[in-house]
C-alpha cells in the first residue's frame, strides 16, 4: 500500500457515508451543515484501478467575487484543482479555477490535508475535474449568502 494513503481512503469513506444518509434522512433529522446537499457528497475509491472520486462542496466560494463568477458555471463545466502551497490559511490547500482560470473557491481543507502529502509525494495525480452540482446564489433564498457548488474529482495512483 502506498505510503501516507490512510487519511485520503477515511475522507473517501467518509463522503461516501455521507452521500449514504440521503436515503435515510428524514424531514425531522436536524444537523445544520451536515444534512444539506447529502446526496451530492460522495466517495468512490476502486482498489483495481487505483482511481479514486471525489465529490465535494467547494469551500470559500463567496469570497473575492467569486459568488458572481459561479453565476457563470454550469454542471458539467470542466475545472482545474491547482496545488497552492502558498495558501495563507492551509500549505496544503488545492484551488479551484474554472475554465478560464478564474477562482471559484477551494477544496475542504480535510479533503486538502489528506491528498496534499500524497500529491506532493507524486503518488497521486489529478486526471479530470468539472462542476457536479451548481445552485446559483440568484437560484436560492433571499437570505442566502453564497452559491452552492459541488465538484467531481477524478484521481489515478501512480
Do not use: W
Not at 457563470?72 to 484543482?81: A, G, Q, Y
Not at 481543507?109 to 479530470?128: H, Q, R, S, T
Not at 445552485?135 to 489515478?156: C, G, N
Amino acid at each position: 500500500m502506498i505510503e501516507n494513503l490512510e487519511p485520503l481512503l477515511f475522507i473517501v469513506d467518509k463522503l461516501h457515508e455521507r452521500h449514504k444518509r440521503a436515503d435515510s434522512t428524514t424531514v425531522f433529522d436536524f444537523e445544520p451543515g451536515e444534512i444539506e446537499y447529502l446526496e451530492q457528497s460522495d466517495g468512490i475509491y476502486d482498489e483495481e484501478k487505483g482511481e479514486f472520486i471525489l465529490h465535494f462542496e467547494a469551500k470559500g466560494t463567496r469570497y473575492d467575487g467569486r459568488t458572481f463568477i459561479i453565476e457563470r458555471i454550469e454542471k458539467d463545466d470542466p475545472v482545474s484543482i491547482v496545488r497552492d502551497k502558498e495558501n495563507a490559511f492551509n500549505s496544503n490547500n488545492f484551488t479551484i479555477l474554472n475554465q478560464y482560470g478564474e477562482n471559484i473557491g477551494n477544496m475542504p481543507a480535510e479533503i486538502c490535508n489528506a491528498l496534499a502529502p500524497v500529491y506532493d509525494a507524486g503518488k497521486i495525480e489529478i486526471a479530470e475535474s468539472k462542476v457536479s452540482f451548481v445552485e446559483h446564489i440568484t437560484e436560492r433564498s433571499r437570505y442566502a449568502k453564497q452559491a452552492i457548488l459541488f465538484i467531481e474529482v477524478k484521481m489515478l495512483l501512480k
